[in-house]
């Protein structure tokens, strides 16, 4: 269970004053649980299994990369599953993509109320879920747990902890970044562009780490969460034309601009040697193609 589809490829790309960022494309590590939700899901699986548990149950919005990686994850590894859905009214629309991929591979839809949704992590919510599924094993919003945090800690190798003096990813539930940090060298400096405007990140970050050698950015460029514009999509498509790099508009694209921005303005030292981690949700690009305020969670 859980193998990779092979060697994780790498590309650099060449910047002034002699920088340069190597993308580590964990994107490309599973055909369809993309990066970053491959190894957050790994060991919870494993857990599942190990339990005896054979249904599964989370937690996201609309556009969630999340749910998209377990219903695939679900479907591969030999588990029902259902998601809990923010938004009561999608229920009347047609599925997006996202959601009937999901559909497709047999994930239940449980559309649900913001209000409701903002108690999802009460024991009240949660019995009630196991009521209706009693074999069922609750992965959290995001799939971020301490479990999560283990296996995004197998993403960087021992030469990336020797290689690259930066490290740099996309922030969304803190997961990820909790898991490069207690991977990383004590030498290395890790930078989390995070994917909304909220503080409350770096204190989730906290508690999973003594190390203080990173920190995180806020979303304070295009909005928040779910928010980008027609500089940013077309940031997206340049990349995409002179490093045939693919990014997404909601976390790897912004994460890379930002990060293309700062090197543009002198913030990182001449020789910088920086590793870019490609942490996938290319899927939920199909619902990018324009400029949008919509919450894309």
Request: negative net charge; contains cysteine; hydrophobic residues 40%.
């Amino acid at each position: 269970m859980f193998e990779l589809a092979g060697a994780i490829p790498y590309q650099t790309i060449a910047f002034d004053r002699d920088i340069t960022v190597t993308v580590k494309r964990v994107d490309l590590v599973h055909p369809h649980i993309s990066g970053n939700k491959f190894y957050k899901l790994k060991y919870n699986l494993l857990a599942a299994r190990a339990q005896g548990k054979t249904h599964l149950i989370s937690f996201g919005g609309a556009y969630s990369n999340h749910i998209h990686a377990l219903a695939h994850a679900a479907h591969e590894y030999g588990f029902s599953a259902s998601a809990y859905i923010r938004g009561q009214e999608l229920a009347e629309q047609p599925l997006n993509p996202t959601l009937q991929d999901a559909a497709d591979l047999g994930m239940t839809l449980h559309f649900i109320s913001r209000a409701d949704y903002r108690q999802k992590h009460t024991p009240e919510f949660l019995q009630a879920a196991l009521a209706r599924y009693p074999d069922a094993y609750i992965i959290p919003e995001g799939g971020s747990n301490a479990l999560a945090i283990q296996g995004c800690e197998e993403i960087l190798s021992a030469a990336d902890t020797q290689d690259f003096e930066i490290i740099v990813c996309a922030v969304g539930t803190g997961g990820t970044i909790a898991g490069l940090i207690n991977a990383c060298a004590p030498t290395q400096r890790i930078i989390g562009y995070a994917a909304l405007n909220s503080d409350y990140l770096s204190a989730e970050v906290a508690k999973h780490t003594d190390k203080r050698n990173w920190h995180i950015e806020p979303e304070n460029v295009f909005g928040g969460y779910g928010h980008f514009n027609t500089e940013l999509l077309d940031f997206i498509d340049a990349t995409a034309a002179a490093h045939q790099l693919p990014l997404d508009p909601i976390y790897t694209g912004k994460a890379f601009y930002r990060l293309c921005t700062q090197i543009a303005a002198g913030d990182f030292a001449p020789h910088s040697r920086i590793l870019f981690i490609h942490s996938g949700g290319l899927q939920g690009h199909r619902a990018a193609t324009t400029p949008t305020s919509a919450t894309m969670c």
